[in-house]
């Protein structure tokens, strides 16, 4: 039997609609493999994907069909909506510190309005205000859009571009900085501006949401809230990314940029600090520090900004039976640094031996990590470990595969010399390799346990 998939349109959204004479804010009958859908084709968002076709339904709901369901499209008519998000002159208090909000893209960066159904970027100053109005209660809030794409389309042109923004701003006096930006990479981005920023007197917070500011739940708001409140009157002046708590929308926490990862791909607590414990917690009227090694606040430090990238660089996610030619692959397309994310300690099998020999002969960088995420390299432990250590892959001790892969970009924008980069790598820089892993840095509880279940029905009142 043919699978659905094969009764619909076969192409972009664009096309479709062109193929069925159809167009932005066509009222419209899509008779689709899902059933029959009656309503309006409302803009895309400039961070949508090609693929989808939005329509707000007669009973205002707005739904995403996507094109391959699309059987049929028969326009009844047209009905254009004019939107506009009530803008609201930011208010200026010279009592309170003045923030600069970056905005790359992302969930963050849209919303649906709801009367009409428009995609609408919530962005300049005013717009931020009418929709968030705490904001002014805050800071002082600048705003300027970099980019405005979904964050899998980030790469060295926007972190240079942002590394550099945000050193301009710095330089010129900032007392804060925000970053908008898609959650799914955030954590990528967060690590390489570890790298490219250093020594900041001020907070740099990366905040997105999880979920738009169209739907009742989203978390856009009170993610915004947090971060810019973080960037304008906290004492931490590192790189950050500020989302959503684990158990309550009460109170949001502060990760590290080097230690933070989107753990979920679609609850609003996706980000958890890895190996360690988060930064602290962010409340209405306070902030909490759950740790004393950070970096404060200091307007007399300089920032430096490094923004050397070499991506000539790969992450290879091992798993057993890997054969030698993806590893030879990289090394004949001139590939000059290989992160590897191995099993257990750090571990690949026998048979990509000679193919690491190859590599360190070709003078290729290649550095262990743990699949695991949790816990150290060690490669002392097996033979296997030894074995490599002999073929010249560098134990990258507890720093996340992601990171090591942003870090050895870094390190080869600056430098090809083997002990170089081997310092470069081995030095903690921004938090990203620590001496040890406190044991509440790893919490991964299971449900059906009775005293975990216990603990959660707190929260699931
Ligand atoms: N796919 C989106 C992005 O990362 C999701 C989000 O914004 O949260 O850009």
Known sequence: ????????????????????????????DIDSTRGEFKGIILPRSETADAE???????????????????????????????????????PIDPSKSNVKLLGTGGTIASRLDYRTGAVIPAFSPGELYGSVPELADICNLETEKLYGVFSEN???????????????EIRNGIDGI??????????????????????????????????????????AAINLINATRTAADSDFAEVMVCMFGPTSDQYGLLHRGTRVRKMHSSYRSA??????????????????????????RRKDRNVRINTSFDDRVSIVYYYPNMKPDIIESLIDNGY????????????????????????????????????TLWG????????????????GVIPASNMLPEVAYM????????????????????????????????????????????????????YNR
Request: hydrophobic share 40%; net charge neutral; proline share 4%.
């Open 1 to 28: 039997m043919a699978s659905d998939l094969y009764k619909g349109y076969r192409g972009n959204a664009l096309a479709c609609l062109k193929k069925f004479k159809a167009g932005v804010w066509s009222e419209v």
């Open 52 to 90: 989808h076709i939005v329509i707000k339904l007669h009973n205002g709901y707005n739904i995403g069909l996507a094109v391959h369901t699309i059987v049929s499209i028969t326009v009844l008519g047209r009905k254009e909506a004019h939107y506009k998000i009530p803008e609201k002159e930011f």
């Open 154 to 168: 980030m790469g060295p042109d926007q972190w240079k571009g942002l590394a550099e923004a945000i050193g301009r």
């Open 178 to 219: 925000v970053v908008g930006h898609g959650t799914d990479t955030m954590h990528h981005t967060a690590a390489i501006l570890s790298f490219m920023v250093q020594d900041s007197p001020v907070p740099i917070v990366m905040v997105g949401s999880q979920r738009s500011s169209d739907r009742p739940s989203s978390d």
């Open 271 to 296: 980000f958890r600090t890895i190996g360690d414990i988060p930064l602290a917690m962010v409340e209405k009227d306070r902030f909490i520090p759950l740790r004393e090694d950070y970096k404060r």
């Open 336 to 371: 000059k640094g290989i992160v590897i994310a191995g099993t257990g300690l750090g571990h690949v099998n026998k048979l990509l031996y000679p193919a690491l020999e190859k590599a360190r002969d070709k003078g290729v960088h290649v550095y262990m990590t743990v699949q």
């Open 376 to 391: 150290y390299v060690q490669m002392y432990v097996y033979d296997t470990g030894r074995d490599m250590m002999d073929l």
């Open 407 to 458: 870090k050895l970009c870094w390190a080869l924008g600056q430098n090809h010399d083997r002990d170089e980069v081997k310092k470069i790598m081995l030095t903690p820089f921004a938090g990203e390799i620590t001496e040890r892993e406190p044991h509440n840095g790893y919490l991964i509880y299971q449900g059906g346990i009775p005293e975990v279940e216990e603990f959660i029905s707190k």
